[in-house]
């Protein structure tokens, strides 16, 4: 499974993510709808390739944590199709005209599962918690600490949050699973206690955890504040979900197959094509951002010069090398951005096409005209030599992608560079992340938001110096200019316009080897129904989840 | 009795027990045919070993996409991967990995054993004392553990790995070179030589180390085999080579996700790893039998 | 019945016997404890041998970006300030007060990540180490000198068996019997079902050696004046071979339990891996390819203490069993 890759999730400790989230939202799938009434009871086991220790998205703040966050919590606001926001534990809200204080009124009827009520003063503790760096939030606390200048009870249900400035993207924030709203009682019993039994107001609870191993969630029988758009109201029809820790694939599948499971995350892409004669159902949901790729350090040689860059991407032969790993169960994307995107255009899809003799031409052109005796390409006794370092763990970099890296280098050993790839453990890749030295390139990183603003997350010279998430060290006053007027642009043509641009401009300078878009990926058994994913983040509900005999 | 008498070595229990009479020499009646097959077996890895070529017509790191997956046939005697190379080729080639590796670990097993074993058996009663504690307390982990141990403090990869095995097999060797240095410091040969006066570094050289250390060639092919099989266990675990090197255990842990659907990618890396461990294995007892045969 | 004749102790000699079991064990224990200590030794220097700042590895590795004020606090608490062996005496205190430090890797106090996942493998061990030696005791029984076929296919087997690479034999028997057949569940699970993959795949390397040397001893003491006395008196085959071969043959195995305790937590960690079972194997794994020391190091060390106990109650049993130092018939 993927969280947002570690690398990512420490940067966003360091600044915003994105500004403007235009919520132009992607359409959720609602799999597994059919099959009869829904029934009371159950047990549902899920499982995931891979889990935090600590279960709390409010502490760090992946994708894994905010999969089981959504469970046991539920959001001030909710995000519906079309990036809408809705009500939900905020009945109603209120902004200032400048923009910079929220007032919302909370329901009076909700509980946490401790028996806490879910107030304004509740609500306020989670706030202040995310923004105290002593938490160490880095998703949520990223988004809103440059924000966040502080909050004031009004009432028992009544809370006015102040901003420092403008944050068109606060109620979006919100919105997303990563801040579920927990209980401050919960809170109390320290930082180590909260990660292994966090307490929410969802409709389950968790009851038991080994960390890394399994954990247990009952439902919560006084659920009462289900999210606009769910099928049903009142307590969840499923008595209990076993959330179990699997990091291999093959052992999800022959689980799920064998009816020990009912759904699994990330279903291994060769076992796709026996889904109808296994009686499963495939569930997969392409999540908005950058794609998964190899980014490149433009900052240290080789790579540093444009013309290598191209000549990598040229000589990568992605498409048939992406088709052959991951048996043609991912889509071929190209471009900087993921389509679904907002402002995506396809014009940037096959600019790389697979064309050794351009590459061919661009080394020549750059200098590389050398070659050892092994054929790899030299320059002044130097070799053409790029390391590509991953994840060893296999949770982090399923077999597939060890595939496909391996097929790449076979690619690019063809036009004469030396690609060595190095497996180090995920602490050692987040060193070299955060300390922005050491890498030529670094495999595996995407990044998940409904925005084309993204490219300002990833490209752009504030991101650099101010937010550490810029893993290209690339810095360019014009791009840094569209990119801006980009934040800024009202008119939709405008800014389609300006992201134009800037796809091109990311393009054109060859900053990423595109892999594959990331995917919410699913695997349903034939007698569960009712599993859908938000539209926030497009993370698996299981509220409206039943199992039929 | 100390624990270290208790831990066997290789399978040979604790009191080296001899064979007695009748079934010693019903052993060596079976045990032949399997002799001829375990040299069989290491001739070839020699072959593999030395000229991969000849084994091995395709290159190991052949990339070829469209041509992945295919089970055995005449063209790809074990299959081929999900890079579409040729996994006979890679086990083939894979051969000088793992034996090198193997032979690089039993060789610093045997270097530290040596040194210790010698000093325990030769060094007086306070050496020998100190030494076998020591080898009690190396005792006390497992052999893999042992050797996680070491990764865990200098990292992952090949050099690690060959150290880390070496380190788990010492102890093992360094209480059989110390039994068998102090049995040969007791032999009536020994004896005779100080007797006649003989200068020391005379008996040891001429006396003690050439019969204390015969028995070395077995545990270095005993070794051999074993640290095969426990660097493939590391390999295994993501502790090892890095792509695309062929090397045994890393196949095996590439090949674990498409059991289902290839099963060539896991069965025969792992039936080679199981052959050759088994010829060394055998052979190695074959000729610690031999030599209790030839020694008094 | 009979023993031996010149291996029973008159009664007169029991005292004798009883006050050298006990000086026996306390020997043992004194060993056991110079062991620990020399364990604990180990690990203290490994910490200190290893590339890096100790505090670093203290605090759980460089990439889990310790604060200043975490290194600072672990400065102080393992007194990296003060000279060296005062470090070591600390370091010694507090193993002996049971705190192991904290892991980064886990986000929990190692004792506390230890206490978690002890019960599995213990179970896992243990159900394997029984098995072990049912499927070698099987075996030999069954085929020791019952005729040339028998016996070589019985031999065969064991030396196949020892050879076999417990990460490909898991993987086949997940593969044909989990995966294929479906007689087992796929994922490691608790109870009985989603033990016995897991515990084969440990027991069989294991039986195989068990096998091989309850095998040689079996064979030699079938050939033992008091089993013809037993067989010239009327008892049958079977008789013969349980009630009088077969604690003399499972003697070195006993010895052997010791050391296959510590093959069985070394085949944990792979083991655990692969079907997916929770687990100290699982979690030493974690900490070594993170290189979270105190997890690892807190891991090693409970392995160790379990090895020396074992090892001590190998001791007992031996001399509990061993015919030749019983008291009477």
């Known amino acids: ?24 939202g992607t359409a959720a799938g609602n799999p597994g709808a059919a099959g009869g009434k829904p029934a009371s009871g159950g047990t549902l086991t899920y499982l995931e390739d891979h889990q935090e220790t600590c279960i709390d998205p409010q502490i760090g703040g992946d994708i894994p944590q905010a999969m089981i966050g959504q469970q046991y ?68 606390g990223g988004y809103i600490a440059p924000f966040y200048a502080g909050s004031k009870v009004l009432s028992p249900y009544v809370l006015q949050v102040t901003l420092r400035s403008p944050d068109s993207s606060f109620l979006d924030v919100l919105a997303q699973g990563y801040f579920g709203i927990e209980s ?31 954990v247990i969630l009952d439902r919560n029988p006084h659920y009462n504040s289900p999210a606009p758009g769910s099928t049903h109201t009142g307590p969840a029809y499923l008595n209990e979900i076993i959330w179990k820790i699997v990091p291999d694939g093959s052992v999800r599948w022959a689980a799920l197959t064998q009816g020990q499971a009912n759904v699994i995350y990330l279903p291994p892409a060769e076992d796709y094509k ?52 991951y048996f043609g169960t991912y889509p071929y994307v190209g471009g900087p951005l993921v389509p679904g995107t907002p402002d995506y255009d396809p014009a940037y899809a096959n600019v790389y096409g697979y064309d050794p003799a351009r590459a061919d031409a661009l080394l020549a052109q750059a200098g590389w005209t050398g070659h050892d005796s092994q054929g790899y390409r030299t320059k002044d006794g130097q070799l053409l030599s790029i390391g590509i370092p991953y994840d060893s763990d296999a949770g982090e970099t399923p077999p597939e992608d060890l595939t496909l890296y391996q097929d790449i280098q076979a690619s690019e050993k063809a036009a004469g560079i030396d690609v060595k790839l190095d497996p180090i453990s995920t602490t050692e890749l987040d060193n070299i992340f955060t300390s922005g030295k050491g890498y030529q390139t670094l495999a595996g990183g ?36 569209i990119l801006a007027k980009g934040l800024e642009a009202q008119n939709p043509a405008e800014r389609q316009a300006l992201y134009d641009q800037a796809q091109k401009f990311v393009s054109g300078q060859a900053l990423l080897l595109d892999l594959y878009p990331a995917e919410e990926r699913l695997a349903i058994s034939a007698n569960t129904h009712g599993v859908s994913a938000d539209y926030a983040v497009g993370l698996p509900d299981f509220y409206d989840t039943w199992i039929s005999r | 009795m100390t624990l270290i008498d208790r831990a066997p070595e290789l399978g040979r229990p604790a009191g080296e027990q001899p064979l007695r009479g009748r079934a010693r020499a019903g052993w060596l009646r079976r045990v032949r045919p399997g002799i001829t097959l375990a040299w069989a077996v290491v001739v070839l890895l020699l072959i593999a070993v030395a000229f991969p070529g000849l084994l091995a017509r395709q290159p190991p790191l052949a990339v070829r996409p469209a041509q992945s997956l295919l089970p055995p046939s005449l063209a790809h005697f074990f299959g081929t991967d999900q890079s579409g190379r040729d996994v006979f080729s ?37 050496a020998d004392a100190v030494i076998s504690r020591f080898l009690e307390i190396l005792f006390a982990f497992p052999s893999l553990l042992l050797a996680l141990l070491f990764v865990a403090m200098f990292g992952a990869g090949v050099g690690s790995l060959i150290v880390a095995v070496g380190l788990g097999s010492a102890p093992g060797f360094a209480r059989m070179i110390r039994g068998q240095v102090i049995a040969v410091k007791r032999a009536p040969y020994v004896e005779a030589a100080r007797v006649l006066g003989h200068p020391p570094w005379r008996i040891l050289a001429g006396s003690i180390f050439p019969n204390a250390m015969r028995p070395l060639f077995v545990l270095g092919t005993l070794g051999v085999g074993q640290s095969i099989v426990w660097a493939s266990a590391l390999s295994f675990l993501g502790l090892g080579a890095a792509p695309p090197a062929p090397e045994w255990g890393a196949m095996l842990a590439a090949g674990r996700d498409l059991i289902s659907t290839a099963w060539w990618l896991e069965f025969f890396p792992g039936a080679v790893i199981v052959a050759t461990a088994l010829a060394a294995t055998a052979l190695g007892r074959h000729l610690q039998r031999r030599l209790e045969g030839r020694v008094a | 019945m009979t023993a031996a004749p010149d291996a029973a102790l008159t009664a007169a000699q029991a005292p004798g016997v009883a006050r050298r079991r006990a000086r026996r064990l306390a020997g043992d224990l004194g060993g056991g404890v110079i062991v620990l200590w020399g364990a604990a ?107 040339r076929v028998l016996s070589s296919i019985g031999s065969g087997l064991e030396i196949v068996t020892a050879s076999l690479p417990q990460y490909w034999l898991g993987i086949i028997l997940l593969e044909v019997f989990a995966f294929h057949l479906g007689w087992f569940p796929a994922t490691g699970g608790s109870g009985l079902p989603g033990l016995v993959l897991p515990s084969l795949t440990l027991a069989i390397p294991i039986a195989g050696f068990l096998g091989q040397v309850t095998r040689e001893e079996f064979e030699s003491a079938l050939e033992q004046p008091f089993v013809t006395s037993a067989r010239a008196r009327g008892m049958g085959e079977w008789g013969v071979r349980l009630r009088h071969a ?70 007992l049993l031996y001399q509990l069993v061993d015919p030749r130092l019983r008291t009477s018939g």
């Open chain 1, 73 to 140: 919590t539920d959001d001030i606001v909710y995000e519906g199709p079309g990036g809408r926001i809705e009500p939900w534990l905020a009945k109603s809200w209120t902004i200032s005209k400048n923009g910079l204080q929220y007032t919302f009124t909370f329901r009076d009827n909700v509980k946490f599962t401790d028996g806490t009520p879910l107030d304004a003063a509740a609500v306020q503790a989670n706030f202040q918690r995310v923004v105290n760096p002593a938490t160490g939030s880095s998703t949520d």
């Open chain 1, 184 to 214: 401050p009682r919960g809170f109390a019993r320290g930082k180590s206690a909260n990660c292994l039994m966090p307490v929410g107001s969802g409709p389950f609870e968790v009851v038991k955890d080994i960390p890394n191993n399994e």
């Open chain 2, 90 to 126: 890679r086990v083939v080639y894979g051969a000088r990995e793992s034996l090198s590796i193997g032979v690089a670990a039993t060789a610093i097993g045997l270097g530290i054993a040596i040194v210790l074993g010698v000093a325990a058996g030769l060094g007086g009663r306070w």
């Open chain 1, 446 to 481: 995407y990044w998940i938001t409904n925005t084309p603003d993204v490219l300002r997350t990833l490209y752009s010279t504030q991101a650099l110096r101010y937010y550490g998430t810029n893993t290209d060290r690339y810095s360019n006053p014009a791009l840094d200019a």
């Open chain 1, 1 to 24: 499974m993927r969280p947002i890759a570690p690398l990512f999730r420490i940067a966003a400790l360091l600044g915003t993510a994105a500004a403007v989230l235009a919520a132009c």
């Open chain 3, 41 to 147: 030794t180990l690990t203290f220097l490994a910490i200190h041998l290893m590339p890096g700042d100790p505090a670093v590895a203290y605090a759980g590795g460089v990439a889990s970006h310790p604060s200043h004020a975490l290194l600072a606090s672990v400065a102080r608490e393992y007194g990296l300030d003060r000279p060296v062996i005062v470090q070591y005496l600390v370091y010694l205190g507090n193993l002996l007060r049971g705190q192991l430090g904290y892991s980064a890797s886990q986000q929990l106090p190692v004792s506390e990540v230890i206490r978690l996942n002890v019960a599995p493998t213990a179970e896992l061990t243990l159900g394997s180490l029984v098995l072990a030696w049912l499927l070698a005791l099987v075996i030999s029984l069954l085929t020791v000198r019952r005729g």
């Open chain 1, 274 to 325: 026996s889904a109808r004669a296994d009686d499963v159902t495939l569930f997969s949901k392409e999540r908005p951002g950058s794609p998964n790729s190899i980014l490149f350090n433009t900052s240290v040689p080789p790579l540093n010069n444009v013309l290598v860059r191209q000549a990598f991407l040229y000589s990568s032969d992605e498409r048939a090398n992406l088709q052959s790993a």
């Open chain 3, 246 to 315: 077969l604690r003399h043959a499972v003697l070195p195995g006993v010895t052997l339990s010791g050391w296959a305790l510590g093959a069985l937590i070394s085949g944990a960690v792979i083991v655990e891996t692969l079907y997916s079972r929770n687990g100290l194997g699982n979690v030493l794994l974690q900490g070594v390819t993170q290189q979270d020391m105190p997890l690892t190091i807190g891991v090693v060390l409970v392995v160790a203490v379990v090895y020396v106990m074992a090892t001590i109650l190998v001791d």
